[in-house]
């Protein structure tokens, strides 16, 4: 039997991709970059983040109506964009599961390579991917239509169209 873990005493270590030890307690609940001492600036994500930090509430809701998860997650989530990161560049990120660390305020966090600019681009680019792998197992002319529509999407314009739009400068995180 594993023994009780006690706030602020976690195995679990933070590791910036470059290899910097990053305290978790030194991680704001409205971070969304870390500099680490040798300048590289890491995309900082965290469970509790909002999937509305990288896309539209009506496309979040989307999501999670018509994709089940099989996890401890009651619903498509934060988590599930971070693995398929993860997964598509296992190099470029880091994680750790903090979650017996009552001090912090969040359970798992991830660091990347990219800055969080990157990192939305990516997170869109492989929602994207997603989306039409869903279509392409559907048939008639709206899946169609939709993959027509997919193919003509502007990743960069959109995710520049949409940073402008929201506030990324504290916890609130709240459209403009």
Known sequence: MPEPRVP???DDELVAPCGEAVHPHSLDLGMREYECENGE???V????HPLGRFIPEFLVETLRETITTDDEFEQFS???VMAMVREEY???VTS???SGDGEVGYGLVWMTTFDARELHHEVVELII???EHAVSHAEGTPATEFEQQLEAF???EFVEMYRSEREFEDEYDTAI
Request: without cysteine; negative net charge.
């Open 8 to 10: 602020g005493d976690t």
């Open 41 to 43: 600036t890491n995309a």
């Open 45 to 48: 994500v965290m469970d509790i």
């Open 78 to 80: 934060t988590a599930h």
């Open 90 to 92: 296992p190099e470029d």
């Open 96 to 98: 750790a599961d903090l």
């Open 129 to 131: 991917e997603l989306m």
């Open 154 to 156: 502007d990743t960069e």
